[in-house]
């Protein structure tokens, strides 16, 4: 289980890291897209969520 969530939560925050790149480079068009913005945050949500699962299973 612990090798899923680290890669789980390896692969969202990479993910919510190249989006948010990409949004301060392509800002007019990808700051105002709905789709985008949600891809983004359900990322980021799976990444915090797959690592605050990690941290709690590995608690004595």
């Not at 007019?28 to 605050?52: C, E, K, V």
Request: aromatic share 14%.
């Amino acid at each position: 289980m612990k090798p899923y969530l680290i890669t789980t939560g390896t692969v969202f925050g990479l993910l919510t890291v190249i989006h948010v790149w990409r949004a301060i480079e392509e800002w007019p068009h990808l700051a105002t897209d709905p789709w985008f913005l949600l891809i983004t945050l359900a990322a980021a949500a799976l990444s915090i969520w797959a690592w605050r699962l990690l941290r709690v299973s590995t608690r004595p």
